[in-house]
Every structure is written in structure tokens, then in C-alpha cells.
């Protein structure tokens, strides 16, 4: 893995003095990665597990309210899901998380109280579908972009698309965010898969399946088949706001959706500004390992340090926080919801180029096909087009065939891929190449988001933010919108620290 | 919870000397438990993980051909998911897995090896079946009980029973075993849930649910909704051996079914026997954190042993398994797979009374209801009959609502729903009664097994048995015959036995 953090200029400050943490003295080491290193002990209002972006917003909330505040990170760099990588001439390329749209408020204003702006995804020309022996070349801005969105205009699946995504519409906007599982037909929606609900709505099921493939492995590291229908249907619901509904086409397209937009700096530089911000209230490369509670206080117990304070926000995704050892014990709902949120397989592979040069060939650069490695990817070049990059995603079922090759091999099969889909050989020669895979990464286990299997919303939903006396839950899963997104983050970690600042 | 553990006599012998084990030195402590402890660094071919009957039968086969090993227990008694509780007069009640019964070979075989016999469950006379307004009492011995075994004769469901259980058993005969995900039609089997496999293939749909709804929770502490149709399809295929194709009537019923016998001393007394055998080379109140591999070696570390060994078996559930800090990081379909493999929600609660006064009324005490919190339960009385226990699930949604209740709250509803049940207020004063959650275990985190949600299967299936490098995978869950019962377990440790015996 050639991916590798930025290096943020609290990572060398020294001391713990920001937002008033003291250090109160030191215990012996705990957790394999800190047998010789003395643990600092540090008394706080509110300890934070986790320095992406939910977490930060946790932090920098609560700080501004006048609270200390220590943010404790298993990595030895911030930003969870986000990360720069460096493709040279002074750009970067998003490894993880990167885009921003409409109705995703939160992010864009986070962004802009540390400085950041954004600025348009390329989306001029063509994009490219190839299904089987089909193959497509389309514009999402005609007459038929208006109608489809993103989605290609496949006739074979036309009026499956269009009933498709009109009949989720209608029914995401029946959902309850605040709690799905109290949905009208909740129980069933929650007994039936993706792929068994598409079965049984659509004329061409395989085709749509085939179609459906792609997307969901690109939208959350898994197939049709792995997914709850009714967590479908608040995924899409989530895709709005408190005044927009959410709907699939503003998941899935550029122009007015959730790709619309990238991130000045790359996206990761979000939560390095908040964490530069906060100081050296961010400790790095300290997993927690323990969360201790009593009438009085938390005790969360990490490599490198020990907190000792008022309440804790845990802002890492389920299947971490599960990892973690509470005492006493979580209730046995909250435990068995984590053991059933699995993180989706997911992998971003990135080709950097002397230059976009398919936009000369007026193609946007966006594809979706059924003949990966990689199902969906777009244009991922640096705002001012310096260079050429195209990114793209290896998910679910394509992510268990391609994970496990080696880095060669994927590249090869990549480039080979874009070359015959855009039947243009200068996709084989790139200035370099990158993946990251993010199933790989200890301190996330998979990405974009936790998954919902069946049953799993309806049986254990209520334990997803109820707090557990003193601990509180943050993190993208979390939120009611844009949960599996930055937005989604942000916004939970603002909803963390009012529950908790109200405690205070 | 009033349930204690049975002590040994190994529990109080000192030293570490068993099967070669040499005390190699001390390293300062790791883990929460044991800050103060110094830790114990020991020799041995082999480590194993728990000490449950998975666990015992690996290092007990071990041993037996020459190796040494030594056996890391996180609880203080050994057995894990079988628990003998004490009921007084020198009798026990088993709080967790008790029936074994025709094809289930090997826990037969080491039950024998160890001394230890079955007895028949008390099978004589009507078992009541409640459902709503309707309530039955009828015998599986004759000519219905023929035809149906033990399944209620719901005249609203009679047809649909024999279709559904004729056809499960038709297709699970088509499931090889050893790698369902190969299986024809694997994709879609397992892309459904047992209730859309149910509502497409049924007369009665509802009515088939809501009997099934008991009787999932029972069997695997899940409800229709929650489950994988395909593994649904392999659980049925694995009531059975490798001379006898498994049976949907084989899971459910007591004569010539999985619930035929009982053990003599209360099922845990196998894994006390054999840890008795196996002497000082199991520890107990030692969980492991982490598993560091090399070319040379695997170093195993819990809070009191770390043990360096040629190979490690894991014998703990995938849920417990995922907890484990690996070095270097499993591969990641490895991981994934133990993100989706939740425990399933099962208390098991138990009255008892002077006599088993339901005998005399020509009642089994066999019950299943619709009308829980107790869906299914049975006669657990000791085999002389000189006490009265009637025992009973309280799985998956029951679980969900009756776990977090108080003791007496839940006593009250279970005493007073089998008072109504049985039409006898006799059975509102026990002599004692208790309840065991599972889910509120640490170290099982739910039972009797793991789960299989849609798509695990087929896309994390081949991860479940096989090895990463030095670390071998056992427990229930990895057994072809009998995964989720104590004869899955055995079989597992045979097997994992077998697999690192040839590799020393």
C-alpha cells in the first residue's frame, strides 16, 4: 500500500495542555503496542474515541461551548474515512471519502468555518456504460439526463429504472429517519433483501441485478442480495435534508447530487484544520482499549493514554467500537447490533495521467459497467486539470476477487479494464498508480459504511445512538442524514455533543 | 444471574506442567485483568483457544497422539456454551446446550470415552401446542406423531408443513456440506431470507411464520427474518452424518430427533471430565488478546499464559474470534466474514418443582407457543424423577423484549404464561427457578451459534475453516455435521486436531 497520511503540525507539538486536560500522573502500560511506554493519566470533561470526522466535530463543538475535550486516535493521522494521497505537483487524490452534493449542508459548512471551499466535479461530455455485449455513451445534462439523472439509458432497462427509482421515492419518503424500524410494513421491508424486493418488482429482475451489481458495490462495498430493503429505503431517504426529501437519483448523480462537488485540498484536509484547531487535545496513534463507567465518570483506557472524564463519545464505526472491552458491559441489545454490522468491502483504485485527456474525446470520465475489477469511477483530476486522474471502485464481490491479488495484478487488470471500456490505450500508461482497500485497514475494517443485513434494523435499530449511561455514539452510521457519508459524520458528531454539552 | 459454575478439580492443582508445558518465564502483564499478575511464558506445540468442547477435543486429540498443548480458557470453568447449574438433591440442570441424539456421533463417542452415558428425554404423553385462540394436545408416537414427528397437527397448517418440510429436506440434500456456496442455485438461496422463502412457497404464509417465529427463536435465537435461506438449507442438511442425509424432522424432534437424549451429570460434565484428563495444560481466567504469527511460530497472549507454539487453534465463536488481535492482520475476507457472523439472542429459563406432576396429567412438558416469552420448551427433569424442571427458550424477539426486563419480572411472565398454558396454577410455584441470557456473556456474546444473514455465505463462506498460516479455526460453527450443536463443536475439534497433528 503506497497510501500515506499527511503529516499535520500538531502531530509534533508536545505536552497535552489544549482545552484545559491535565496530566495527572501515570499507570503502567496496557494494550500490546505500548509495553515500554509509560501511560499519561489526564482528567477531561468529555473523552472522544476516534479523529475522523465525526469525532473532530465532537471535539471542536463541545470545545467551542467551553468544555475540555480529548480526542483519542488509534492512527498516527486524522480524518477516519478520508485520506489525501499525494500524486505530486502539489495535488493529492482522495484514497476515501471525497465528494460533496446538495442537501449535504453540514460538511460544506464545517469546511467552510476551517477554510475550505469546493469546487465542481468534472461532468462535461459523455459517460460510458457497458453492459455485456452493450455499450453506451451518454450525457447526464440532455433531455435524458433530466429524466435519468446519472443512470444509463439502457433500453433494455429503461422502464425498470424509471418505476424503480419512482416507487423507492415514494416509499423512502414514508420512512421515519429518526427511527426507520417504526415504519408502516417496517417488518417487512427489513425480512426481504434488495435482491429479493427488485425480483419482485421489475420486469427484467436480471438485468436490473446485473445493473444494481455495480452501483451498490460502488455506493456501499456490497451486493444486492447482502442488504435489507428497508435499510435501502433509508439510505435513500437520508439523501436530503429536513426540508428536501431524500431520493436514489440524488444519490447516484453528479449534477445535483451527491457527487456534485469535491473538496479544495482534498477532503482529508477537513478534519486535519479541525484537528489543527483543537491542538494537542488530538492524541494520535492511541487505540482505546477500555471504557470503564461508574456513577461518577468514564475511565477509557488507551495505549498511550488514560482519561478520566464526565462522559465519552465513541465516533468509530460499529464493528470497532465493538472491539473495544466495557465495564460493565453493554446492554445485550447494543452488543449483538454490533456483531450484526459488518463495514462493506470496499476499495479505491486511483490512475494518475499526464493530463485528462478523455475529456478531448468529450467523455466525462464517469462509467458504470458489469465488467470490472472496477464497477463504477470517475474523473478525479485536480480542480485545475494539471493532471489526469481517474478513480474508480472495486466493491463487494469484485473487492473479495481483486483484495486479495497482488498490487500488480490489480493494476494491470485496471488499466486493461479502461483501456478496452474506452477503447483508448493511453489508459495503460499511467505517471502512477494507487489502491487502497480499505477492508484492510485495521482501524476501519471496510468502508464506506456499515452494512444492515436483514432483520437487523427492526430487531436492534433502537440501540444504534441510544447512549449507554455515560457513553455516547457518534460516528457516520449514526446520523439520521447522509449516514455512510461526510455529511452524515459531521451532523452526528453535532448531534453527539448536544446531547452530551446538555449534560453537562 | 444465579447460575454458577461447577468447580474442578484441576481448577485448584498448581503448577504448569501437563503435556510438557515448561515454564519458559515472565513478561510484564497485558490486559485489563491482570495488571498486577506477572505472566507465565510456556512452551508447547500447540495453543488452543478455549475450552469449550471444541477446544477440549482439539488438545485432548492432541495430546493423545503426542503433542503438547496447552488450552487458554477466558472463563473460570470450562465448557462454554454447556453450563451445569445445581438444582439441589445432587441433581443439575443444564443452562445451556443439553440434547444430543441419533447421527450425532461424536459427542456420543467422547461422552463414552470420559464415562459418561445418556438417558432418554421424557417423551411420554401429549405435548400442548398453542396458537392464538387455538390450543392442541397431541402425541408424536402415533400415527400422526408418524407423519409429523414432532410438529404440532395445525389443521390450518398441516399441508403446509409436510410441503415445506419435504421440499427443505429435498433441497438441502443437494448442499455439499463442506462448501455450501457451491451448492446449485447458492447465489439465490442465499440472496433470500427464510421468510420470503417461506411467504413464496406457502399456503398460509402468516400462519406458517408465526409457528416458525418460535421455533427459530428456540433453534438458533434468530426469527425467520434474520436468516439466510441457504443456511437454513445447510443447517437442515447437517442434521444428519455422513451415512444419513440430515432431516428439517431430525432438528425438530425429540424421538429419533436431536432432542432423543440427555447426558448423564448434565451435558457440561463432558468438558469437565475431559479437562480433568488434560490436567494443568488448560487455564482458565486467561483471555487471549492477541496471536503474532511468523515463519517459526505463533506467540498466543492472554492475561496470565503467553504461550509460544508452533500453531494456534481458535475454538471460540467468530464473534469472540474477531475480538483477538491478529499480528499480521487476518486477511481480510477473514475479518469480514467474522463481522457478519453474529450470535443468535437466547436465554434459557428454568423451573423447578417437586415432581414433574405434568406426567401424571399424560403430559411430555413439551410446549410451543405463539404466546411466549417462552416459545419452545421441554421436560428437563433429572433421569429419576425425583424433582420436577420444566425448561424453555426465550430467543430473538422474545429475547430482545424479556433480556432487559428484571429477573422477577421475567419469573412472573414465564411462571404465569406456562400456568395458562398448561391449565395447572401449579405451576406457579417452583422451588427455585433461573434464567441464563447468553447474549449477556462476555465470553459467548449470544447462542447457541452464529448466524448466517444473506450473502455470507456465498461471498465469506470459504473463509469460515480455512487456515491462516499458523492459526487453525474450530467450534460448532466450522463443523460440516451439526454446526450450532455439541456435536458440531466435537466434530470441529477432530477435525482442526487432525489438520495441525499433520503439520507438526
Redesign the interface.
Known amino acids: 500500500m503506497s497510501v500515506q497520511s499527511t503529516r499535520r503540525s500538531f502531530l509534533k507539538g508536545g505536552g497535552l495542555a489544549a482545552a484545559g486536560a491535565a496530566v495527572a500522573g501515570l499507570v503502567?502500560?496496557?494494550?500490546?503496542a505500548a509495553?515500554t511506554v509509560p501511560v499519561e493519566t489526564v482528567t477531561s470533561d468529555v473523552a472522544v474515541v476516534g479523529a475522523g470526522l465525526a469525532g473532530l466535530t465532537t471535539a471542536r463543538r463541545l470545545a467551542a461551548a467551553g468544555h475540555d475535550v480529548v480526542v483519542l486516535e488509534a492512527r498516527d493521522r486524522v480524518g477516519g474515512r478520508t485520506l489525501n494521497h499525494d500524486i505530486g505537483n502539489g495535488h493529492v487524490a482522495e484514497a476515501g471519502g471525497e465528494f460533496v452534493g446538495p442537501t449535504q449542508d453540514r460538511i460544506v459548512a464545517l469546511a467552510g468555518e476551517v477554510g475550505i471551499g469546493t469546487f465542481d466535479e468534472y461532468d462535461t461530455g459523455n459517460d460510458v456504460y457497458v453492459n455485456g455485449g452493450l455499450r453506451l455513451k451518454y450525457s447526464d445534462s440532455g433531455l435524458l439526463g433530466s429524466l435519468l439523472g446519472t443512470a444509463p439509458p439502457d433500453p433494455r432497462l429503461l422502464v425498470d429504472i424509471a418505476h424503480l427509482s419512482q416507487t423507492i421515492d415514494s416509499m423512502a419518503k414514508k420512512i421515519p429517519l429518526d427511527a426507520p424500524w417504526t415504519a408502516a410494513n417496517a417488518?417487512r421491508y427489513?425480512?426481504?433483501?434488495l435482491?429479493?424486493w427488485v425480483r419482485a418488482n421489475s420486469l427484467n429482475a436480471n438485468g436490473i441485478l446485473a445493473l444494481l451489481s455495480p452501483f451498490m458495490e460502488a455506493l456501499v462495498g456490497?451486493?444486492?442480495?447482502?442488504l435489507s430493503f428497508l435499510f435501502v429505503l433509508a439510505y435513500v431517504a437520508g439523501a436530503g435534508n429536513a426540508t428536501t426529501p431524500g431520493t436514489l437519483e440524488r444519490l447516484f448523480n453528479v449534477r445535483n447530487g451527491a457527487q456534485q462537488s469535491r473538496i479544495v485540498g482534498g477532503s482529508q484536509q477537513i478534519s486535519i484544520n479541525v484537528a489543527d484547531a483543537l491542538g494537542s487535545a488530538v492524541r494520535l496513534s492511541t487505540p482505546v482499549?477500555?471504557i470503564s463507567q461508574s456513577d461518577t465518570g468514564v475511565v477509557v483506557?488507551s495505549d498511550l493514554v488514560t482519561v478520566n472524564a464526565q462522559r465519552v463519545v465513541v465516533a468509530v464505526p460499529p464493528?470497532l467500537a465493538?472491539?473495544i472491552?466495557y465495564?460493565p458491559?453493554l446492554?445485550?441489545?447494543r452488543?449483538?447490533l454490533t456483531?450484526?454490522?459488518?463495514?462493506g468491502?470496499l476499495m479505491k483504485v486511483e490512475a494518475v495521467y499526464p493530463t485528462p485527456f478523455w475529456r478531448s474525446n468529450k467523455l466525462t470520465g464517469q462509467f458504470l459497467t458489469t465488467s470490472g475489477p472496477v464497477g463504477y469511477g470517475f474523473d478525479n483530476s485536480p480542480q485545475d486539470g494539471s493532471l489526469g486522474v481517474l478513480a474508480g471502485f472495486v466493491g463487494?464481490?469484485q473487492?473479495?476477487t481483486w483484495?486479495?491479488k497482488s498490487p500488480a495484478e490489480r493494476q494491470a487488470a485496471v488499466l486493461q479494464q479502461y483501456a478496452t471500456m474506452f477503447k483508448d490505450d493511453r489508459f495503460l500508461n499511467p505517471i502512477s498508480y494507487f489502491d487502497m482497500?480499505w477492508?484492510?485497514e485495521?482501524w476501519s475494517?471496510?468502508g464506506p459504511t456499515a452494512l444492515f443485513?436483514?432483520?437487523?434494523l427492526?430487531?436492534?435499530g433502537p440501540s444504534l445512538r441510544a447512549p449507554v449511561g455515560r457513553i455516547h455514539w457518534a460516528g457516520t452510521e449514526t446520523s439520521d442524514y447522509w449516514a455512510g457519508y461526510m455529511d452524515g459524520a459531521v451532523r452526528s458528531g453535532e448531534r453527539a455533543a448536544a446531547e452530551v454539552g446538555a449534560l453537562l
Chains 1, 2 share one sequence.
Open positions: 503502567p502500560a496496557r494494550g500490546a509495553d417488518d427489513d425480512a426481504e433483501t435482491e429479493t456490497a451486493e444486492p442480495r447482502d482499549r477500555s483506557t464493528a465493538a472491539r472491552d465495564d458491559l446492554p445485550a441489545a452488543d449483538q456483531q450484526r454490522l459488518a463495514m468491502a463487494g464481490a473487492n473479495l483484495g486479495p482497500d477492508t484492510t485495521q475494517r471496510g443485513g436483514p432483520g437487523t427492526v430487531g436492534y
